[in-house]
């Protein structure tokens, strides 16, 4: 990245690493047919935020304290997982209503207090509505070291229960078979993906966090049926898009980092969707008239 400026090096490493470490929990939810389960841990965080800006307010901080928004920001995703599994055991509701329910109501919360955060003295400075769309931009060495770290955690619980999750993805019920714990596995799961979607609040964006959780994974899903390659293939395209939206960004200032790096993803998903060897458009085409 030799000829840019040192904030525009920081913003790409950052989104390369949140890009690789959504790729990675994008594939264990995409496995496990919970893609929709990232955008109700994204929705969730909204009030976690808005609650954690007013504490801080109470406790006579600034409000705008990273630390203490990431926080809240987990704690939203961890209520959020509580209420869904809480719903779904107590009224026996599908995953997919149960997640919707979580959704509507968190982001219907978290809006009502941005709503009133904004409408006070301090809250057009605080800056909270940035966490909804992103903001690249706005990033700094710290938010690129917390990228790095939950990257490497996840790599390096993914590494250790290679086996166990694997198990967990293609044949739950044979897992629990040879007696491994897939509740604890599922925890483990919903927890690597709240990790991800908290530490790309700041370059993507609760709303788009999504799309780059699953797209890369989707896009690794084509291109081949084996667990560990997927995983790999799924980071490389999440952090390959995370440099190449945060580079077009740069060239052209008033497009979002955050929309741009999921337009990048879209755009390597597409061509996964064409290009891929066994499962494209082209290769169908061809077996279908060889």
């Not at 690493?17 to 929709?36: K, P, V, Y």
């Not at 714990?181 to 927890?191: E, G, Q």
């Not at 991800?196 to 799309?211: D, E, K, M, Q, W």
């Not at 952090?239 to 497009?255: K, M, N, W, Y």
Request: hydrophobic content about 60%; aromatic content about 4%.
């Amino acid at each position: 990245m030799l000829g840019l400026d040192h904030n525009t090096q920081v913003v790409a490493a950052a989104a390369a690493l949140t890009g690789a470490s959504a790729g990675l929990a994008g594939s264990l939810l995409t496995l496990r047919e919970r893609a929709l389960l990232g955008d109700a841990l994204g929705h969730a965080t909204l009030p976690g935020i808005a609650l954690a800006y007013m504490v801080s307010l109470w406790l006579g901080g600034s409000g705008r304290e990273p630390g203490i928004l990431l926080a809240g920001a987990a704690l939203g995703g961890i209520a959020g997982l509580a209420c869904l599994t809480a719903i779904r055991r107590a009224a026996r509701l599908s995953d997919d209503v149960a997640m919707a329910i979580v959704l509507g109501s968190f982001f219907g919360f978290g809006s009502a207090l941005l709503t009133l955060i904004q409408s006070s003295p301090q809250g057009h400075a605080a800056g909270l509505a940035t966490l909804v769309t992103g903001h690249a931009a706005s990033m700094i060495t710290e938010d690129a070291i917390v990228a790095a770290s939950i990257a490497g955690i996840c790599i390096a619980v993914i590494a250790l229960m290679s086996k166990e999750l694997r198990l967990l993805c293609f044949d739950e019920a044979f897992a629990r078979v040879l007696g491994r714990r897939t509740a604890w596995l599922d925890a483990l799961v919903l927890a690597i993906a709240t990790a991800v979607v908290v530490a790309g609040l700041r370059s993507v964006g609760l709303v788009l966090i999504v799309a780059l959780c699953i797209m890369p994974a989707a896009a690794a899903r084509l291109l081949t049926d084996r667990f560990g390659r997927m995983l790999t293939i799924a980071a490389a395209l999440g952090a390959a898009s995370g440099v190449a939206g945060t580079l077009v960004s740069a060239s052209a200032p008033d497009l979002p980092a955050g929309a741009c790096i999921v337009l990048a993803a879209a755009a390597l998903f597409a061509a996964a969707v064409v290009f891929a060897p066994r499962n494209g458009l082209i290769a169908r085409v061809r077996g279908a008239h060889p």
